[in-house]
């Protein structure tokens, strides 16, 4: 099929290309930027007119819910809802059930991807087996099968002797261990520590928690020199020790959520559980801090952190509704709205959304390295036509996605996608 999508603003925050002009698409790659090529007679014209045309996002947090969790979500919806958010591909985490800590099941998880022909599934493997914190998975044959890292999902590793192993493991064959920062014992709480949960008579969890295991987490990538991607900093002094170990020059990077780039704990409300979330919501001036730290690129990445939760689950008290909300569908729009908050070029909001992630995944990514989160001509066509333009309103009728819970319902945001491309193929168009 040949595609053409033209009168865009074509965007490329990878190699800097920014012009007026086509993307021309054939048997699923870029054979043009800016001009079409002499002769080109595509099957189907895109016009983008007013919009931008840019590399289809790269989610590092979504989750699927499949297998083991189907009434959440199903593996169809959540890739559809990938698709109308303009993501083609997304990371996994490994906290499924059964946990993807044997290669059969990574194989199965991206078999099953793969004939939907939807949003480009990148699992990771679980750090240790059924993530229990004992004994470290085959990383090797897990790598094989197509995991792109290993990491503990949200559950911590009790021994620092393990962890220590772990990355030593991982640092002499090259993987990448993705870790969310959370002090076993402090972070059982179910609100940021501070007055509001105080008052509201909820457990908390406080920024220790998160500095705490900060440190152990640095002072191993020190003596082990292993790759570590830090998944959803929440608090202040957690960006602030971020910093700290970039300037050392230690091997990290870190994202953060679009809830707690937007949030604080003050929307919980009235025990509100579409604000149960995890990271828990810190205070405003955490918000403040995550915000300026991914403008400068101490945080290198912004992620849906998807989780879709069934109807029932978030009909509970507040600390009793499981933790979670959906995200997918409103990364362009919570990315965009942070832009304008903070009044950024276009580029760089865009950039944190393709090529920031896209370097993070680097060389696991293999064949596809120089193609996700770039247009480039010969590259795999992954593309989206974005609006910048006019407000939606968020609810359950706009949302594909099984899990409908999010604390942004209700709220009128800004931009829209378009067209969502992946392979060359439409994979996603608004009526």
Known sequence: MKLLIQNGRVIDPASGFDQTGVVAIAAGRIVAMGQAPDGFTPNRVIDAKGCIVAPGFVDLAARLREPGQEHAGM??????????????????????????DEPGLV?????????????????LGALTVGLKG???????????????????????????????????????????VWLRPQELHLGKGVAASGPLATRMGLSGVSVAAETIALHT???????TRARVHLCRISSAQGVELVRQAKAE????????????????????????????????????????ALRAGLADGTLDVLVSDHTPVDADAKALPFAEAEAGATGLELLWSLALKW?????????????????????????????????????????????????TEGHWLVGDAALRSQGKSTPFSGYELPGRVLATVVGGQVAFESA
């Open 75 to 100: 593996l169809e919806s959540e890739l559809a809802a990938a698709v109308a958010g303009g993501v083609t591909s997304l990371v996994c985490p490994p906290d499924t059930q059964p946990v993807l």
């Open 107 to 123: 194989e199965m998880l991206r078999y099953r991807a793969e004939k939907l022909n939807l949003a480009r599934v990148l699992p």
């Open 134 to 176: 004992d004994v470290l998975t085959e990383m090797g044959q897990l790598t094989a099968a197509g995991c792109v890292g290993f990491s503990q999902g949200e559950v911590p590793i009790p021994s620092t002797q393990v962890l220590q192993r772990a990355l030593q493991y991982a640092s002499t064959f090259g993987f990448t």
């Open 217 to 223: 987490i640095f002072e191993l990538v020190r003596s």
């Open 249 to 288: 020059g230690l091997p990290v990077t870190a994202d953060v959520s679009i809830n707690s780039l937007h949030l604080t704990d003050a929307d919980m409300g009235y025990f509100d559980s579409r604000a149960r979330l995890t990271p828990v919501l810190r205070q405003q001036r955490d918000r403040d």
């Open 339 to 387: 832009g304008q908050d903070a009044q950024l070029p276009v580029t760089d909001v865009l950039s944190r959304i393709t090529a920031d992630p896209a370097r993070v995944l680097g060389s696991t990514l293999g064949s596809l390295q120089d193609s996700v989160g770039h247009l480039a001509v010969g590259g795999v066509a992954d593309v989206c036509v974005l609006s």
